[in-house]
């Protein structure tokens, strides 16, 4: 059962409170480079994503900010590390959030200038706890970047917010090894109802980032926990955003969108399947359609194994078999299943839209 946390809003994305869980994720261009990130941005939002983090490293990239969020399809969250300047500066550009810790700005009169800035704004603040950025007191007094140091970490953050009256809130706490993360939000989830941002920082590259993300991510949904998702790859953020809609797709927990189930191939395979699974979910993705959809190999694959889908289609050396939840409903020629299948989907499609 889901956790139920506290709902803020990003822009006009609703997070928390048993709100849809968000896609996230984060440019990779140079900030001040206006038209590099902006285009990233819509390719992002047309992949899938829901909201969108943008460094602010120097002066440069938050007078951009302006441009950027006004053009920008999807709400944008500024990237703060230490300046307190950059903050009111990304402010006053109107970011849907900022991405802030506190505890590192040195000069206190400045957070209680960004707070009482940010509050009447509905700019709320994600504190986002690294094991790679822990304070050395916290490092020393648990022997290194521990759950419980995350967690620590992340608590200190919040108090100096809640002491200034604000509770806009969202909390991040990643480490690079899955079994430290899933541990640190388990235990801040007991003691806290902040909406969480869920992710393995540093995770890698594609695959072993995918890898990564995918079960640490995935275990805690599973769990009930989270309620936005990054997944983080030495790769495009594009992919970033795929791989977090299929983590959420596995889990039931992203609607709208097409569920393929395919089979891995083996010696029985007489078909080209990678090439009809690219065919049919692109047909899926053009048309708008969001059903459980089955692509096998074989008979012995077919209809059996995927009951499940909505429809489906097996492949035998001469014959493809067409089927509606394990039920055989046509049997054609190989040469024309693929685009026999399509019409029966969007017929399927057409009798289930028409009856919801």
């Given amino acids: 059962m889901r956790k139920i946390t506290r ?18 994720s984060m440019t990779k261009t140079k900030t001040e480079d206006f038209r590099s990130t902006i285009k990233q941005i819509i390719d992002l939002k047309k992949a899938g994503c829901d909201i969108v983090r943008v460094a602010v490293p120097d002066e440069r990239s938050a007078l951009v900010l302006k441009e950027i969020v006004k053009k920008s399809p999807i709400p944008v969250v500024a990237d703060i590390h230490f300046n307190p300047k950059l903050a009111l ?22 957070i209680i200038e960004i707070v009482k800035k940010a509050k009447p704004l509905k700019v709320p603040i994600r504190i986002g706890v690294n094991s790679g950025s822990l304070p050395k007191e916290i490092l020393k007094k648990y022997g290194g970047p521990t759950p419980e140091a995350l967690v620590e970490s992340a608590l200190n953050h919040i108090k100096i917010l809640e002491d200034l009256d604000f509770f806009d809130i969202k909390v991040s706490l990643k480490a690079s090894d899955i079994k430290t993360t899933v541990e640190a939000y ?30 640490g991510i995935g275990i805690l949904l599973y769990e ?120 029966e989907i969007l017929k399927y499609w057409k009798e289930k839209s028409a009856s919801l």
């Fill in 186 to 215: 388990r235990i801040f989830s007991n003691q806290k109802d902040y909406p969480l941002h869920l992710g393995i920082t540093e995770a890698g590259y594609f695959l072993s980032g995918t890898v990564k993300s995918s079960i």
């Fill in 224 to 343: 009930g926990i989270g309620d936005t998702i990054r997944v983080s790859l030495t790769d495009s953020p594009i992919k970033e955003v795929k791989v977090g809609i299929e983590i959420l797709k596995s889990l039931g927990l992203k609607g709208g969108e097409p569920d393929i189930i395919s089979c891995p191939t083996c010696g029985r395979n007489t078909s080209d399947l990678k090439k009809i699974v690219k065919e049919v979910e692109k047909f899926l993705k053009k048309n708008k359609i969001s059903l459980k959809v089955a692509i096998m190999g074989c008979e012995v694959n077919g209809p059996g194994e995927a009951r499940i889908a909505d429809i489906g289609i097996a492949f035998s050396k001469k014959f493809a078999i067409i089927f509606e939840k394990g039920e055989v409903l046509l049997k054609v020629k190989k040469e024309k299943g693929v685009e026999i299948f399509k019409k």
């Fill in 89 to 110: 500066l990304s402010l006053e550009a109107g970011v849907a959030a900022l991405r802030l810790n506190p505890g590192n700005i040195e000069d206190k009169k400045k």
């Fill in 7 to 24: 709902r803020i809003y990003i822009g006009k994305v609703a997070i928390g409170g048993g709100a849809p869980i968000s896609v996230q």
